[in-house]
């Protein structure tokens, strides 16, 4: 079954980033599964959905007080989805960078997408 992704269909684009939000904050599989969805299909996404992505992961993985206490699962795994981001989507980063500017101050270990905002 193909899912049908559109600027237009806002009950697929609700039900993923709430999914993509719990995979996030998940210890198990799920994590894994979100991750590989994401890769799988970021061409097919339509563009707001690919910023809104890449804006909840650069806030998820530089929530400093997280961070710090190592209470990331699978954080590696999320940071090197951030990185494939960056390197199919650049504008799609530089994007997500400026939406999180105003929580710069309280994140941790993100720099490198923050780079792209100069």
């Known amino acids: 079954m193909k899912i049908e992704l559109t600027e237009e269909t806002i009950d697929v684009k609700v039900v993923l980033l709430c999914g993509l939000r719990a ?3 998940s210890g198990s599989y799920a994590a894994g599964c979100g991750i590989d969805f994401i890769k ?19 806030k998820w993985l530089g929530e400093e007080h997280l961070t710090t206490n190592d209470k990331k699962q699978y954080r590696a795994e999320w940071f090197a989805l951030m990185q494939f ?3 199919k989507s650049p ?9 999180n500017l105003c929580e710069r101050e309280r994140m941790a270990g993100v720099d490198e997408f923050f780079e792209v905002k100069k």
């Open 40 to 58: 799988s299909n970021w061409s097919d996404l339509p563009g707001q959905m690919q910023k809104n992505i890449a804006r909840d992961l650069l």
């Open 85 to 87: 981001i960056n390197e």
């Open 23 to 25: 995979c996030m904050g």
């Open 91 to 99: 504008d799609v980063v530089t994007w997500a960078a400026g939406s």
